[in-house]
């Protein structure tokens, strides 16, 4: 499964990318509005695309297919790692197709059901993003679309990739990669949990405690 970091702040970025945790980057119009401030948000998707060499997802904020078709255009210029965003929209999928069959990759966002995923991927998208923690909030199991989205991509070979998206936990990390979820992604937040467990920190204190003792017995016989 590969790891994506779900923002557009560039100090996690660097962390996440230093560390060699992750495979690419999401972000969508929520998250640049938090961090662009009088910045154009074209320039720091530039800098984060420089950042991280694994695809970089960008939206589009535009609604109708010739707009959305034009500003995918756009965003798909800033960098050869960009991946345009579309929403899945009755319009979103003949912006999806014509993107597409430009060579350039879509990630259709805001999926909440499987028939939305199998008809992103039907239009070309190279990603289909189901949100888990929104479905998990109204009640719903997220998982669900991981599930069945799965099985109709394998029962058609389709090569669209399943990007399990909207995740809030480790938990969520885990059943979407034991359901063949192909990416997952992640705030920050919970990239850092996946790499803790109490256990580890327990057992690490009580190998160099260990240790220390035999140097002061060391020291102490010679
Ligand atoms: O980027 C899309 C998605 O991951 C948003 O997550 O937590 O706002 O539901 P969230």
Not at 122 to 128: D, I
Request: charged share 25%; with cysteine.
């Amino acid at each position: 499964m590969q790891f994506f970091l779900d923002t557009a702040n560039l100090s996690e970025i660097r962390w996440a990318a230093r560390g060699g945790l992750i495979d690419g980057i999401t972000t969508n119009p929520t998250l640049l509005a938090k961090v662009a401030g009088d910045l154009d948000p074209r320039d720091v998707l530039k800098e984060i695309c420089s950042v991280v060499e694994g695809p970089v997802s960008a939206e589009v904020v535009a609604l109708s297919t010739e707009e959305m078709y034009a500003e995918g255009k756009e965003l798909a210029k800033v960098a050869d790692n960009v991946v345009v965003k579309i929403p899945m929209i009755e319009d979103g999928l003949p912006a999806v197709r014509r993107l597409a069959a430009d060579g350039i990759r879509v990630n259709v966002t805001l999926c909440f059901g499987a028939i939305q995923c199998l008809l992103a991927a039907k239009a070309g998208a190279t990603y289909v993003s189901p949100f888990l923690g929104r479905l998990d909030d109204i009640g719903h199991d997220g998982m669900d679309v991981i599930r069945e989205t799965r099985v109709i991509f394998d029962n058609y070979g389709i090569e669209t990739q399943i990007l399990a998206a909207s995740i809030r936990h480790p938990r969520h990390v885990v059943d979407a990669a034991m359901l063949g979820a192909d990416v997952s992604t992640m705030p920050a937040e919970v990239l850092r949990k996946l790499l803790l467990h109490p256990l580890t920190d327990r057992g690490l204190d009580q190998f160099l405690n260990d240790w220390s003792k035999l140097q002061t017995r060391a020291k102490v016989g010679a």
